[in-house]
């Protein structure tokens, strides 16, 4: 891809000076403006609205999220404070930070925030492009999400977004293809990068794979073609139908929001006509990865995805 060459994620065109390598080629719907600032020079100290935790024994807080009127300022353990002005679509990332990791902090929180400013619904999901559609496998952390999407990947389908899945939501719900990266487990790497990928860090937690650009294919956005609740089971994989009252708490729960009456009711309200028009499923199957492939042909023979006369 040459340096002319138009990129986008989340349905974002980027303006910037700074480098990216895990975007998609193609025009987005708007425009981001990136730059960057040292982090000191953002931080914040008041109290945070919103905090994450790493998912090990120790609980330290590895994430914050401050705001000030307008303004937002996110900060994480591994790469530094950032600001973001969702309204105006700019965002200051930490100058002193890793490359390949402040970028993926950079599609996280920050951009959520101004998808979400934009009208989007983002959702904790995965997203793989089944025949054309995308396919949404929803979970919290630690659900088997990334290792099914990894899955797809594997067998030749299209990796759309591997945590964060960005919907469009109006008469018809569209995704927005996310960053064209994976953060696999070790023991899933094995050594050797996936067909299809690049290895850019090895981490303890970790292992950072890019998506090479004949796999990533382009940022236009696809139809949603269903929502798929990832739920455990000993050895059974099924597919079971969720009527649509009944999938508006997992939804809402999976939805990114900040607090407040007025988010929360714009957010139910966009999460409900999210699944208004759209299939929504559980997907039973055992977390083992010798059941991957039965899982992914289950899900290739579903009812919705089945060509509609």
Not at 76 to 83: E, K, N, Q, V, Y
Not at 134 to 143: D, N, S, W
Request: with cysteine; hydrophobic share 45%.
């Amino acid at each position: 891809m040459t340096a002319a060459s138009p990129l986008a994620v989340f349905g974002f065109s980027v303006e910037s000076e700074l480098r990216f390598r895990f975007m998609r080629a193609g025009v987005g719907e708007d425009v981001l403006t990136v730059d960057e600032a040292p982090s000191d020079s953002m931080a914040q100290h008041d109290r945070p609205i919103h905090e994450w935790k790493f998912k090990d024994p120790t609980g330290d807080v590895s994430g914050s999220l401050h705001r000030s009127g307008s303004i937002y300022h996110f900060w994480s353990a591994d790469a530094g404070w950032f600001r973001i002005d969702p309204g105006a679509r700019h965002i200051t990332v930490p100058r002193e930070a890793d490359e390949a990791t402040r970028e993926l902090r950079l599609w996280g929180v920050p951009t959520t925030l101004c998808a979400v400013d934009r009208g989007d619904v983002s959702l904790h999901a995965a997203a793989v492009d089944v025949g054309g559609a995308a396919v949404l496998l929803a979970a919290p952390g630690q659900h088997g999400k990334t290792t099914l999407a990894l899955a797809f990947h594997s067998l030749g389908h299209r990796m759309l977004s591997e945590d964060v899945s960005c919907c469009h939501v109006a008469t018809t719900a569209t995704l927005f293809p996310g960053p064209a990266s994976l953060r696999v487990r070790p023991d899933m790497f094995r050594g050797t990068a996936p067909d299809g990928t690049t290895v850019v860090a090895i981490k303890p937690d970790r292992v950072l794979l890019q998506i090479d650009e004949a796999r990533a294919g382009t940022a236009d956005p696809l139809p949603v073609r269903a929502i798929l609740f990832l739920r455990q089971s000993e050895d059974e994989i099924r597919l079971e139908p969720v009527a649509k009252v009944r999938a508006l708490p997992d939804l809402y729960a999976l939805g990114f929001r900040i607090g407040g009456t007025d988010a929360t009711a714009e957010s139910f309200a966009k999460i409900s006509r999210l699944a208004a028009g759209t299939a929504v499923w559980n997907l039973h199957r055992p977390l083992r990865v010798d059941a991957l492939e039965a899982v992914i042909a289950c899900i290739a023979d579903a009812p919705f995805l089945r060509v509609r006369e």
